[in-house]
């Protein structure tokens, strides 16, 4: 979680894309400056907003049939459209289809976009086009703002779609100025969907160290996590209750999880993502304690990482308060997909 955020440590990110490594541009929120190019979370204006909202699966039009999207065997295609274009309502059209199962509302997938100003032409960003570089998506407007999630929610695995996203549901009155979008202006978002991630870490299990606090899981993969009768360490301490075998993360990646907090003082969650939706972030966006914890990991792993305050939130504790400055937090983590721009 950001060193000055709230307790809730993934929403920020993911707003425009994820701005790290391509999803957090996506997100929509007032955050830190991102480290890395452009994606739709947290350089989005505070015009616009993420939302909880149902969403739904957009209809195609005029605008959004007006995309030509050619096929390029080396990497991003080639988009054209007319300019200016301006939609009041998201568009999308399917250029290919594919025939694997549907994107749901909550879901995480895999994918390659290439996004573009609709007034200019502009290309903002584009990335997940090679097979080592796909993109971690979350289906929620709760984390991207709307019309991105909109933009893949129920297309299928293989289907390649463009769409056509209003300022409203995008970048807002206020526009971007980290990426050049202005306001009011709508988005060209095209996209390669071509997977699904799992919903909890799939490693083989491994016994914790000795002090480590005991993590029981639900057959959802939720844990349940029981704090010794001890005092905590005061140091940072790291280790996997389940080892994967996928891609090892990288600082400045992007991944998404699943996750849940506890304080060691009180052995009382104080926030997770369970019964709610995977998070997508980047390892540099949260506070150091829990970006260490997943750099160096591989994805499928469950990490359970033990945070003394100086590794969280500091000597102040959270904005809110929830967090003290004398806290130790405890984290399961379960890394369920890392992508990199």
């Keep these: 979680m950001p060193e000055d955020a709230p307790v809730h440590l993934p929403r920020r990110i ?3 894309l994820v701005a790290m490594s391509g999803i957090a541009l996506l997100a929509g929120c007032s955050t830190a400056a991102p480290k890395a190019s452009p994606s739709p979370s947290s350089s989005a204006s505070a015009s616009t907003a993420t939302s909880t909202a149902p969403l739904a699966c957009p209809a195609s039009g005029s ?3 007006a995309v030509k999207v050619t096929a390029s065997k080396s990497g991003a295609p080639k988009v054209t459209f007319p300019t200016p274009t301006t939609v009041s309502s998201t568009q999308r059209s399917t250029i290919e289809s594919g025939s694997g199962a549907e994107a749901k509302q909550g879901d995480s997938v895999t994918l390659a976009y290439s996004m573009y100003d609709a007034k200019s032409g502009k290309e903002i960003d584009s990335r997940g086009w090679s097979s080592s570089s796909r993109q971690v998506f979350p289906v929620d407007g709760a984390q991207v703002l709307p019309g991105f999630a909109e933009a893949v929610v129920c297309a299928k695995e293989g289907d390649l779609v463009a769409t056509v996203i209003p300022a409203s549901k995008a970048f807002g009155t206020a526009g971007s100025e980290q990426i050049g979008v202005a306001g009011g ?4 978002f095209v996209a390669k969907i071509y997977g699904h991630s799992p919903t909890k870490a799939t490693g083989a299990a491994k016994a914790l160290p000795s002090g480590f606090p005991k993590v029981t899981l639900a057959a959802n993969g939720a844990p349940t996590v029981k704090i010794p009768a001890t005092d905590p360490p005061k140091e940072l301490k790291i280790a996997a ?4 075998t996928g891609q090892t993360v990288k600082s ?8 849940q907090g506890v304080l060691w003082r009180t052995g ?3 926030d997770q993502s369970w019964g709610k939706s995977p998070t ?4 540099t ?8 914890a997943l750099v160096g990991q591989k994805v499928g792993s469950q990490v359970v990482a033990i945070i003394p305050p100086k590794d969280g939130y500091g000597t102040t504790g959270s904005q809110d308060g929830t967090i003290k400055g004398t806290d130790t937090m405890v984290f399961v983590i379960d890394i369920l997909a890392d992508s990199r721009g």
């Design 14 to 16: 993911l707003p425009a």
């Design 63 to 65: 605008a959004s049939d």
């Design 185 to 188: 202006d709508s988005i060209v």
């Design 241 to 244: 209750s389940k080892v994967g």
């Design 252 to 259: 400045g990646d992007s991944v998404t999880v699943q996750y």
């Design 268 to 270: 009382e969650i104080f």
């Design 280 to 283: 997508t972030f980047a390892t």
């Design 285 to 292: 966006q949260v506070v150091k304690g829990f970006g260490d």
